[in-house]
T-cell receptor, first 110, second 116 residues
């Protein structure tokens, strides 16, 4: 079983719709969770971090965490073509070691 | 403020050669982590350094080594290059608060290494 699992996609949504990205993790001791956006040929860019169960909102982005289910999600409201990228879920498994999923490719069509 | 910087941007080497990659963290950040990202995969943790000491190591062979300098910049060295070492090498910097597990990591632009 992979430590962090994501559906590779692509997830296709029309412009203005809500995009829902999901991630599961295996280490119950994990304490912090991050979403990164990566455009093709570029490095990952941090867009959200979440540490407690529940929702955390930042602009059009909402991260959701359920530690009992070992599940993290990212919602993108009013999706724009510029949101088309690969979204990486990362879990901190100890001190500064991040374990990443393989990423979900999001395509937002105009 | 400048973000994380890395050099060089691109590098082409042949098998068996050695390479050194460089990273400067965000001003005020004292921790540097190195990751390897091959095409189609998420980044994989290689090393973490804080206050010039290695604090974590991923599942990479001894051909990979790193160090951190007094100004918190860092170098990653890879010896005896293999074709499979071709990847994007990413440096991430972070503060170290009292609860380091909650620390956000910010990535530099990466160094694209191609081994022929």
């Amino acid at each position: 079983q992979k430590e962090v699992e994501q559906n590779s996609g692509p997830l296709s949504v029309p412009e203005g719709a809500i995009a829902s990205l999901n991630c599961t993790y295996s280490d119950r001791g994990s304490q912090s969770f991050f979403w990164y956006r990566q455009y093709s040929g570029k490095s990952p860019e941090l867009i959200m971090s979440i540490y407690s169960n529940g929702d955390k909102e930042d602009g059009r982005f909402t991260a959701q965490l359920n530690k009992a289910s070992q599940y993290v999600s990212l919602l993108i409201r009013d999706s724009q073509p510029s949101d088309s990228a690969t979204y990486l879920c990362a879990v901190n498994t100890g001190f500064q070691k991040l374990v990443f999923g393989t990423g979900t490719r999001l395509l937002v069509s105009p | 403020d400048a973000g994380v910087t890395q050099s060089p941007t691109h590098l082409i080497k042949t098998r068996g050669q050695q390479v050194t990659l460089r990273c400067s963290p965000i001003s005020g950040h004292k921790s540097v982590s190195w990751y390897q990202q091959v095409l189609g995969q998420g980044p994989q943790f290689i090393f973490q350094y804080y206050e010039k000491e290695e604090r974590g190591r991923g599942n990479f062979p001894d051909r990979f080594s790193a160090r951190q300098f007094p100004n918190y910049s860092s170098e990653l060295n890879v010896n005896a290059l293999l074709l499979g070492d071709s990847a994007l090498y990413l440096c991430a910097s972070s503060l170290i608060p009292l609860a380091p597990s909650y620390n956000e990591q910010f990535f530099g632009p990466g160094t694209r290494l191609t081994v022929l």
